[in-house]
């Protein structure tokens, strides 16, 4: 397999949030690095944890998925994801693949952290 043309970076806001800020490209390639910055971005206080998606240049239907996996994950944690940062097209998408029904998307980091602690 190709290597990922993709990068993520943790950040931790305060005891309870997470972001994580993804550039490139979500496809197959990006598995690693997406469970790597979640397994990162989890504390035994994570709450929430934000996709920042500002720097994404391209996701696919193999993207998505993965995305899916981590909601699976989360949920399982019984943490919540949300995320900012998407283009039209790719919150188009997440409106017909029904991902809004479960993350919930925002316009701005602030607005995403605000609702991560429940603002």
């Known amino acids: 397999m190709a ?8 950040r931790k806001v305060g ?3 997470s972001i994580v ?8 390639t990006a598995e690693s690095a997406l469970m790597d910055a979640y397994t990162a971005a ?5 709450r929430a944890v934000i996709l920042n998606f ?6 696919n ?10 909601l699976i994950r989360v949920n399982r ?4 994801l949300l ?11 997440f409106e017909l693949t029904r991902l809004t029904d479960a993350i919930k998307l925002f316009d701005s980091e602030s607005e995403a952290v605000a609702a991560a602690r429940g603002a």
């Open 77 to 80: 944690q019984k943490q919540r």
């Open 61 to 70: 239907s193999s993207g998505i998925g993965l995305l899916v996996t981590l």
């Open 83 to 93: 995320a900012y940062g998407l283009s039209e097209h790719y919150q188009h998408i």
């Open 15 to 17: 005891d309870t949030v």
């Open 21 to 28: 800020d993804i550039e490139g490209e979500m496809t197959a």
């Open 54 to 59: 500002t720097g994404l240049e391209y996701m």
């Open 42 to 46: 989890m504390s035994p206080q994570t």
């Open 3 to 10: 290597p990922a043309n993709v990068s993520m970076n943790v």
